[in-house]
């Protein structure tokens, strides 16, 4: 387990991502407290590879089963994959099921709202293509609401990821311009139950797992190219990546093993003007509840 040291500031947030493998460790055992424990005390949790009735994770609903684990957390899932699951059972009764897998977040504060965003899918004619995607929360700590995502993109295909990184890019950008997800000046309150219309802020942390490592397109079009003599060129509607900005070196860190090379293709993105704000990065090189590490970054935020 890895924790930050506590920082009296009611902004400073803990932040983990974490590729999960449907809680499959490097030992080949499922065990959802083992990936609960290794993520610790973090404030927004952003879960890869979570499963939902699949026989090879024990046929439960690891949404609920992860929620269960950090009950102090708000949460919300969204599914890539969804397929029917249904059964029927000893009197021959329907049981309505369906078999999915995606990406989930989870935070210490209200999430207000949120929204699964599917991604560019290319079909494949050997290679197993699944439906891939990121889901989006907007929550409300202490510091004012802010954006975060939990993102999962192609694993086989560069290409389908460069139209993934960049219809993610467009969600990024788009999302304040479009608003919340009820909006207007004449929405009735029976659409809001007595609450506020929940906000699209433009500050946002985007976390997951990219299969590309720093040096590829996918990474160039999120953060910048490299120029020679002036370095990383992150534009104002680019993402700032935690680990650099935390002092690492771009090419270091290892969050997964890639026919047996270490590679870091797990990544926590500020938006720039949050890019000040990172206090630390760290990889739990130590864990070993999936075959991927998970990765942390301690982030004030500014009110």
């Given at each position: 387990m890895l924790t930050f040291a506590r920082n009296t500031s009611p902004t400073s947030m803990r932040f983990a991502s974490y590729n999960v493998q449907y809680g499959t460790g490097k030992d080949g055992r499922v065990d959802l407290a083992r990936i609960a424990a290794e993520i610790g005390d973090a404030d927004v949790i952003a879960l890869q590879e979570v499963d939902c009735f699949f026989e090879r994770s024990g046929n439960?609903?690891?949404?609920?089963?992860?929620?269960?684990?950090f009950p102090e957390h708000h949460w919300v899932f969204g599914a890539g994959l969804d397929v029917d699951a249904s059964l029927s059972d000893a009197s021959g009764r329907l049981v309505h099921r369906r078999r999915r897998f995606g990406n989930m977040l989870l935070a210490r504060w209200p999430i207000l709202s949120s929204r699964n965003h599917l991604l560019p899918k290319d079909?494949?004619?050997?290679?197993?293509?699944?439906?891939?995607?990121?889901?989006?929360?907007?929550?409300?700590?202490?510091g004012g609401p802010i954006r975060v995502y939990s993102?999962?993109?192609?694993?086989?295909?560069?290409?389908?990821?460069?139209?993934?990184?960049?219809?993610?890019?467009?969600?990024?950008?788009?999302?304040?311009?479009?608003?919340?997800?009820?909006?207007?000046?004449?929405?009735?309150?029976?659409?809001?139950?007595?609450?506020?219309?929940?906000?699209?802020?433009?500050?946002?942390?985007?976390?997951?797992?990219?299969?590309?490592?720093?040096?590829?397109?996918?990474?160039?079009?999120?953060?910048?190219?490299?120029?020679?003599?002036?370095g990383r060129l992150t534009?104002?509607?680019?993402?700032?990546?935690?680990?650099?900005?935390?002092g690492n070196d771009v090419g270091a860190g290892t969050t997964f093993r890639r026919d047996g090379a270490p590679v870091r293709i797990d990544y926590i993105f500020v938006t720039p003007e949050l890019a000040g704000g990172v206090r630390s990065a760290a990889i739990g090189s130590a864990a070993v509840g999936s075959d991927h590490q998970p990765i942390f970054a301690e982030i004030e935020i500014a009110g």
């Open positions: 439960v609903d690891q949404a609920r089963a992860f929620a269960a684990l079909g494949l004619v050997r290679q197993v293509s699944l439906q891939r995607s990121a889901i989006e929360g907007v929550i409300a700590p202490p993102v999962h993109l192609a694993h086989a295909s560069a290409p389908e990821r460069v139209r993934q990184v960049e219809r993610l890019k467009e969600i990024l950008m788009g999302a304040p311009s479009a608003g919340g997800v009820i909006s207007g000046r004449d929405v009735k309150p029976a659409w809001l139950s007595g609450a506020a219309p929940p906000p699209m802020p433009c500050s946002a942390v985007v976390m997951g797992d990219f299969n590309a490592t720093s040096d590829t397109r996918e990474y160039e079009i999120l953060c910048g190219a490299v120029d020679p003599r002036h534009t104002i509607e680019g993402l700032v990546d935690a680990w650099v900005a935390a």
